[in-house]
């Protein structure tokens, strides 16, 4: 069975974002482990909000693994984009996000790249974006090869950016700047809006797919949208997907009501 994992932001500034727990990481992280979840996925203010030896004391009392760490704060709190127009504005979001990578690298998780790919302009040029983004996850991904993590690359819907809007943008990405050690990940989310279909786009996206952001059609907890979950769950198994589903969900209607239906979804699925 693939492992199970929640997110829980302490970034005040993502506000209404879609993650599941808040403000709270023990109390958080003790209820995950109380509902059975594997892991948790962390979203933070930066590499030094959560101190390294309190966070492992509390993975040692709950059990809990750390899936994946987000770099979106240095998108949301510090307007960091690893394509932005300024090579020094660039550097200081490699700076932050190997900041993160080093934080997750003591917890054996890796890093994901999201909102922090940025977008293209006319200005800048698709191709060229793209050639800044790659040059920036070589990087990156040599850093986290240091801890043993692959580093996480997000797809994401045309509303949140133009550069990769689903798998098969990611895997062209990856193989055409030949870029070793980034892996996918594949939101459930994202993908409804830029898939034709969700089971095929996993079969051909096949090994590249290394994460997974388990949500439904409408960003609510798994069960309380459309999402037709067996098929997906069915591809999985036949890429022999080994990485976590980790809910990426809006706190709907509440924050204990999204866990207890995505661990009730979850098992339904994939048990
Ligand atoms: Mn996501």
Known sequence: MIPSAITISLVPQAQGGPFVFW?????????????????VELFLP??????VTELRALLDET???????????????????????????????????TGMIHFGGEFGA???????????????????TLDLLGVALRELAETSQTFGVPL???????????????????VKFIESRALENVVLLADLFHMNIEEV????????AGPHVGHLHFVDSNRRPAGYGHLD???????LRDIGYKGYASAEALPWP????????????????FG
């Open 152 to 170: 996480i690359y997000e797809p994401l819907n045309r509303y949140e950016t133009n550069l990769c809007n689903s798998l098969l943008d990611g």
């Open 63 to 97: 059990g809990l693994k750390v899936a994946a760490v987000g770099t979106g704060a240095g998108m949301v709190v510090y307007k960091l984009s690893l394509t932005a127009d300024d090579a020094a504005q660039r550097q200081a979001a490699i700076q932050f996000v």
């Open 229 to 235: 979950y067996a098929p997906i769950a069915a591809a």
């Open 254 to 269: 509440d924050s204990d009501l999204a866990a207890i239906k995505t661990m009730e979804t979850y098992r339904k699925v």
């Open 46 to 51: 930066g590499p030094d909000a959560v101190s």
């Open 110 to 128: 890796p890093a994901i790249i999201g909102s922090m790919q940025g977008r293209w302009t006319p200005a800048s040029g698709k191709e060229a």
């Open 197 to 204: 279909d969700l089971a095929t786009a996993f079969l051909n």
């Open 23 to 39: 403000d709270d990481l023990q109390a958080s992280a003790r209820r995950a482990a109380e509902l059975g979840y594997d892991a």
